[in-house]
C-alpha cells in the first residue's frame, strides 16, 4: 500500500513538470475545440484549429517540438590562403545563410598555399576545401586521394608580376633577372613550363625563396625584379600603393590553368554524397551572389574577417580583389553550363601539360572519370542569366584594368 502511494505521487510530480504537455492534452485542444460530454464527434476544421493554438501555445512557451528540430551538420573548409577578394565568396555563403539552410555548420580556416590545402584535404585534416586546379592536379598525379566537385574560378591568374619602372617589357628580358618565389605556392612548381611556352630560358633566372609575408616586399623594395604568384592576390595590394605593375600569366602562353577547385576526400564523396551536393550547391549560390552584389558582400566579409578592412586602405585593396576576381570568371564556361562547369577538353589539356613536365617516373596519368564529379554536381544546375552575366561583366570590368 506504501509503495503504490509513493508511485502514484512521484508520477504526479512528474506530470506537474510535464506542464505544458497537460495543457495540450487536457486544456488546449478540449477547451480550443469546445469537446464536452454532449459532443459526438469533432469536425476536421475543428480538430486541425484546435491542434494549431494548441502548438502555438507550446512555441509561445519556449519550448521547441523536438520532431521539428534540425540537426547540422558540421563540416571544416580551408581556404587556400589568407582571406581575401579571391575566395571571400565563402564568408559570402556563409553570411547569407546558404549552409545554414542546408542544414550545414561550416567553420572556416585559412590556407597556407594551395600544395598545402590540397594535402590537408586529402589527408581528411579538413572535409572540403579549395585549391588552384594545376596545383591539385598535380597532387593526384603524385598519389594523393582527390575528389573534385566545382570550379570555383575559372582563371587561375597564376604567373610572374613586375613593376612596369623595371624595365622588362616581354618574357625574354627575365633572363638575368632576379625572382622571388614562394616555394609552396601553387604557381611555383610550373615556373619552368612557362619559361618553354614563352619563349625563354628559365635557368638562366635567379630565384630567390622568400616568405609569402615579404613576397611583395622585396619587389617594392627592389631586392628581386619580378615575383611569381597569383597575381589575384599580388596585384590589388601593389596597385592600391600607387605602382603601376605588368604582368605575364600563365593562361596567355599555352597554359590554359583553371583557378581554385572544390575538393574533398574520395571516401566523403562515396559516402555522403548528398552532403557534398550540398556543400557545392550552398557555394555556387555563395559565388553568383558575390559576383552580382559587390557593396554587400563586402559589409559581409568585413564583419566575418574585420581585421581585412581596419583601414580605409585595406577596404580599397579589396574593391580592387573582387572586382579582379569577377572579371577572370566572366567565361564562356560560366554563361554556357553554368557556374562550377568546366570545358572537358581544356581541363584534360592541363592535366597533360601537369602529367608531361611535373610527373615522376611512374607516376601514372589520373583518369578524370573516376576523380571529377562536376557533371553530376554543377554542369548545367546553376546557370547564370543574361542579365546576371551582364551586372557581372559590369561590376568585373575595373579588374581587367588591374592586370596592366
Known sequence: MVLALFIFVECQKVWRSLWFLKFFVNGGIRK??????????????????????????????????????????????????????????IYTTAGKGFFKKL????????????????????????????????????????????????????????GVVFLKSSGIKTPKDLEGKKCGSVVKSGEYP?????????????????????DNKIRTGVMLQKKVDFISCFASSVVPDVVNKG?????????????????????????????EKAMCADVTGAIMEGI???????????????KAVPEAGITASKRKQFDIEIDLYTYINTTK?????????????????????VVKNLAKPGDPAPDLSKIMHLDEMVTNKYKVSDKELALIKKLGAPGAKALG
Open 103 to 158: 542544414g550545414l555548420d561550416v567553420k572556416i580556416s585559412r590556407g597556407f598555399g594551395s600544395t598545402a590545402s590540397a594535402q590537408a584535404i586529402g589527408q581528411g585534416k579538413f572535409n572540403f576545401g579549395i585549391s588552384s586546379a594545376p596545383t591539385a592536379s598535380l597532387q593526384t598525379v603524385r598519389g594523393m586521394k582527390l575528389a573534385y566537385l566545382a570550379c570555383c574560378s575559372y582563371s587561375s591568374a597564376m
Open 288 to 302: 553568383k551572389y558575390y559576383m552580382t552584389n559587390h557593396d554587400e558582400a563586402k559589409d559581409i566579409f568585413f
Open 333 to 353: 564556361e560560366m554563361a554556357t553550363t553554368g557556374l562550377g562547369s568546366v570545358d572537358p577538353a581544356k581541363y584534360q589539356k592541363m592535366v597533360d601539360l
Open 243 to 271: 605602382y603601376d605593375v605588368g604582368t605575364f600569366l600563365y593562361k596567355d602562353f599555352n597554359m590554359p590553368f583553371y583557378g581554385y577547385m572544390l575538393i574533398t576526400q574520395p571516401e566523403m564523396y562515396a559516402k
Open 32 to 89: 480550443i475545440m469546445n469537446i464536452n460530454k454532449k459532443s459526438k464527434g469533432v469536425s476536421r476544421r475543428k480538430f486541425v484549429k484546435g491542434t494549431g493554438v494548441g502548438m502555438a501555445s507550446i512555441l509561445a512557451s519556449g519550448i521547441a517540438p523536438m520532431a521539428y528540430a534540425k540537426k547540422m551538420r558540421n563540416i571544416t573548409f580551408t581556404q587556400s590562403w589568407i582571406p581575401n577578394g579571391g575566395s571571400a565568396w
Open 190 to 210: 610550373f615556373l619552368p613550363i612557362f619559361g618553354q611556352n614563352a619563349g625563354f630560358d628559365w635557368s638562366k633566372v635567379n630565384v630567390v625563396q622568400v
